[in-house]
């Protein structure tokens, strides 16, 4: 980090350094919070509906679990990133062999409401609503953050509309940490769980979208 610093110069030639022109950093956070002894992080979506007024929504996504023990100082990349497609070599492989994988995509996808279960059981939080009264509101000041940072760069269009794909990090003080913003998120599911969760997001967002197009009553310009 202090190497980092002195090459960039506290940040005043980020963007401008010739050898790192392309390059993206971000701060590694050391401290996850971990569901039995394995890093996760979550995958959840971010609707909009408009630009033109800008029309937020938020909805619940998923936890996805390394397979790993975590460990900070594994060289392992699938110990610290948590993305799926890190899966996919071992599932082929195990499917070649005529195994089952589904125990390994179910040990991948936790919901919100298995976290808040685990939490309480080891007595990390207290609090049985802790969903709505702390996690699901920080989800959503985030994203609303993010669309006031955004609005100025969208086509400015009721017509427009997007779902994207934000991904969290939550360490052991249980502060929320932004990782990345998706704009193409994968849809496709590797879980039955995460299949009927996406089914039904997908089936609210268009049925949203097509009914703000069709009732020019709740169109204010």
Known sequence: EDKVKVLFENGKKCGKHVSYKFTQMQRYVDNPLLVEGHKFDFRIYMIISSTEPLIVHYHDGFLRVSL????????????????????????????????????LRKQQYWTLEELQEYLLEVKVINDPKWLDNYLRPR????????????????????????????????????????????????????????????EEMLRQHYGMQFHMLEDLSLIHI
Do not use: C
Not at 173 to 189: A, F, G, M, T
């Open 68 to 103: 790993n023990v975590y460990d900070v100082k594994s060289k392992d990349i699938s110990t610290h990133l948590t993305n799926t497609h890190l899966s996919k070599k071992l599932f082929a492989q195990l499917e070649s062999e005529g195994k089952s994988t589904d125990d």
């Open 139 to 198: 989800f959503k000041q985030a994203m609303a953050h993010l669309g006031r940072m955004g609005k100025k760069t969208f086509w400015q269009d009721i017509r427009v509309f997007e779902l994207l794909g934000v991904d969290f990090i939550l360490d052991t003080d249980l502060n929320l940490w932004l990782i990345e913003i998706n704009n193409i998120p994968r849809i496709s599911p590797s879980a039955e769980g995460k299949r009927v969760m996406m």
